[in-house]
C-alpha cells in the first residue's frame, strides 16, 4: 500500500470516529435519542414558562409517533399537563434523570425510525417569540384570550395584527364590575410603566 492510500485510509477512519462521537453527542443532547428519531422537542425554558405547547400535543397524535420524553429535574409541576395528554391518549411516556444529557433540551416525541429531519429544526418555535420580536412583552403572550383595555389592544393592532382576534376589548360590563385590564396589571406588576 503505497503512503497515499494509507494516509487516506487514516483519513476515513477519522472520519468515521468523528461521525460516531457526533451522534454520540447528538444522543447526548437528545435525551439520550439519535437526532433523526425526534418528532420535536421542547427546551426547559420553554416547559418552565407553563404554556401547553399544542405541537407537542398534535405529535403525540402521529402514527409515527412512539413515546413522550421528559427530564424530572425541571419539575412534575410543569411536565403535569403532557403526562395527563399522554395518559389520557394511552401514549407511552418515560420520565428520565436529566442530569447525564448535555445542553437544554427537556422534552422529546421520539419514533423508532429514521426520519429525514437533517435540516428541520426540531425544536418548537418558542410562544412568546413572536411578541418578542415586536417589542411587546410577555404581560401581552401569557393574557391571550382575555379582555383588555383600549389601549393595550390598539399596541396589538399595531404591532402584531395577527394576534388581533387572540384579545378582546374590555367590555362596559367589565369595567363595571371593576375588572383591571390585566396586561396593564402584569405590566406594573413585572415593573414596567
Ligand atoms: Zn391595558
Request: with cysteine; proline share 3%; glycine share 6%.
Amino acid at each position: 500500500m503505497d503512503l497515499k492510500s494509507n494516509l487516506g485510509l487514516i483519513d476515513e477512519k477519522e472520519k468515521k470516529m468523528n461521525h460516531i462521537y457526533s451522534i454520540q453527542n447528538q444522543k447526548k443532547y437528545y435525551l439520550g435519542e439519535y437526532r433523526e428519531r425526534i418528532i420535536v422537542a421542547l427546551k426547559v425554558d420553554q416547559l418552565l414558562e407553563g404554556d401547553l405547547y399544542p405541537e407537542i400535543i398534535a405529535a403525540m397524535d402521529n402514527p409515527k409517533a412512539k413515546y413522550l420524553k421528559m427530564r424530572r429535574d425541571i419539575g412534575l409541576t410543569f411536565l403535569k399537563p403532557y403526562i395527563k395528554e399522554a395518559e389520557r391518549k394511552n401514549f407511552r411516556y418515560e420520565i428520565i434523570d436529566g442530569l447525564s444529557y448535555l445542553g437544554d433540551i427537556g422534552l422529546v416525541v421520539v419514533t423508532d425510525e429514521s426520519l429525514d429531519n437533517e435540516d428541520e429544526e426540531l425544536v418548537i418555535r418558542d410562544m412568546n417569540q413572536d411578541f418578542l420580536d415586536v417589542g411587546l412583552g410577555p404581560e401581552y403572550s401569557k393574557n391571550q384570550g382575555k379582555h383588555v383595555c383600549n389601549k393595550c389592544h390598539l399596541k396589538v393592532e399595531d404591532k402584531l395584527p395577527d394576534y388581533i382576534e387572540k384579545f378582546k376589548r374590555l367590555t362596559i360590563l367589565d369595567k363595571l364590575l371593576g375588572v383591571n385590564c390585566p396586561v396593564c396589571k402584569d405590566r406594573k406588576k413585572m415593573g414596567g410603566k
